[in-house]
Each structure stands twice: as C-alpha cells, then as structure tokens.
C-alpha cells in the first residue's frame, strides 16, 4: 500500500511539476515526460512513450493532458489517469487564475512581452528536439513506409495546406494497413495461418 501511495504522490508531484514549469504547449511537455518516466524513473518504455505521444497528438483535446491521462494509466490504472490530469491541469489554472487578475499590467509590460519573446525561441529548440528525437527512432527502424509517410505528411501538411484531420486519419489507415500485412506475413513465416 505504502508503495502505490508514493507511485501516486510521484505521478502527481512529476505531471505537477512539468505542467509548472513548461511554456510552450503540449510538444514542449513531450520531451519532459520522456525524460522523466522513461529515463529517470524508467516506468515507459521509449517506443511505449513514442506511441503515447502519437494517441495523445491524434486524441482531441491538449497533448499535454491527453499524454499524462495515458501515462497515469500505463503506470497506475485509473487513479494514475486522474492524478496526472489533475497534476497537469492545476498549474496553468492557478497560472492563468493569477494573470487574469492583473492581466493589463501583464497585457502593458514591455518586460513580458521580452520575456514571451525570448520564450519563444526556447519552445521552437524543444520542438526541434521532439521531432528529432522522435523522427531518431522511425529511421532507426529502416524501413521505407514510415520515412516516406513522415516525409509525405509533412510535405501535405506544410506546403499543400491539406487539414490535419485529414493527415491523421489517412496516416492512421496506413498505420493499421501495415500492421495488418505485417503481422500476417509474420504468421506465414512462423508456419501457417490459425
């Protein structure tokens, strides 16, 4: 019992934490519960936490608060789910609560607006990190249909302005395609079909 109190006090306290302390949405959160719960408490592991990442961009609502609730129920069921969101959501609730109280001379400060600014810059390197670390591992894995869907998707996406919905929704087809035709080509090769 005394283990699965402090799992749950470090799911909350971590998701806290992070929530407290990252600017820049949920692609800035990624890389820090990957290095939180993949290579410091090694609860995920890396391809785990990459899928997570996926469902949780692909899900409706904020990647932050979609990946906590899938990382709180990989490591702790339900109650894992809820302390994570709660953790995550907190933070910027009380943040935002604070600045709306003072919000025109938050809105007025050429201080913040040269703190936002330089912030910025930080939230692009982070986000350069997750696609690097993340587009790491499909090209790792030689083979040419992931690569050419990342390649493609990115191609529709910035330069074709075709809608994101669209993009996940064909790139999910291709996903549950491949599995499908890899997963029976690993059953004819162990030696018969079921």
Same mark, same amino acid.
């Given at each position: 019992?005394?283990?699965?109190?402090?799992?749950?006090?470090?799911?909350?306290?971590?998701? /806290?934490? $992070?929530?407290?302390?990252?600017?820049?949405?949920? /692609?800035?959160?990624? #890389? &820090?519960?990957?290095?939180? @719960?993949?290579?410091? $408490?090694? =609860?995920?592991?890396?391809?785990?936490?990459?899928?997570?990442?996926?469902?949780?961009?692909?899900?409706?609502?904020?990647?932050?608060?979609?990946?906590?609730?899938?990382?709180?129920?990989? *490591? %702790?069921?339900? =109650?894992?789910? +809820? &302390?994570?969101?709660?953790?995550?959501?907190? #933070? #910027? +609730?009380?943040?935002?609560? *604070?600045?709306?109280?003072?919000?025109?001379?938050?809105?007025?400060?050429?201080?913040?607006?040269?703190?936002?600014?330089?912030?910025?810059?930080?939230?692009?390197?982070? !986000?350069?990190?997750?696609?690097?670390?993340?587009?790491?591992?499909?090209?790792?894995?030689?083979? @040419?249909?992931?690569?050419?869907? +990342?390649?493609?998707?990115?191609?529709?996406?910035? /330069?074709?302005?075709?809608?994101? *919905?669209?993009? !996940?929704? *064909?790139?999910?087809?291709?996903?549950? %395609?491949?599995? &499908?035709?890899?997963?029976?080509?690993?059953?004819?090769?162990?030696?018969?079909?079921?």
């Amino acid at each position: 019992m005394k283990t699965d109190r402090e799992k749950y006090r470090t799911l909350f306290l971590s998701t /806290f934490q $992070l929530s407290a302390f990252t600017f820049g949405g949920g /692609f800035v959160i990624i #890389p &820090l519960m990957r290095k939180k @719960f993949v290579e410091e $408490l090694h =609860w995920i592991e890396e391809q785990e936490m990459m899928d997570m990442t996926a469902i949780a961009q692909s899900s409706p609502g904020a990647i932050a608060v979609n990946a906590s609730i899938l990382v709180g129920y990989h *490591v %702790a069921g339900v =109650w894992g789910a +809820l &302390l994570t969101v709660l953790g995550t959501v907190l #933070p #910027p +609730l009380m943040i935002i609560s *604070v600045i709306s109280f003072f919000y025109t001379a938050f809105r007025d400060s050429a201080v913040v607006n040269m703190a936002m600014t330089g912030m910025l810059a930080g939230v692009a390197a982070v !986000i350069c990190d997750v696609v690097l670390t993340m587009g790491k591992g499909i090209l790792r894995e030689k083979r @040419f249909l992931p690569v050419a869907v +990342l390649a493609l998707s990115f191609v529709a996406v910035r /330069f074709l302005q075709v809608n994101i *919905v669209i993009v !996940i929704l *064909v790139c999910a087809g291709i996903g549950a %395609a491949d599995t &499908l035709r890899r997963e029976r080509a690993g059953k004819e090769a162990g030696g018969g079909t079921p």
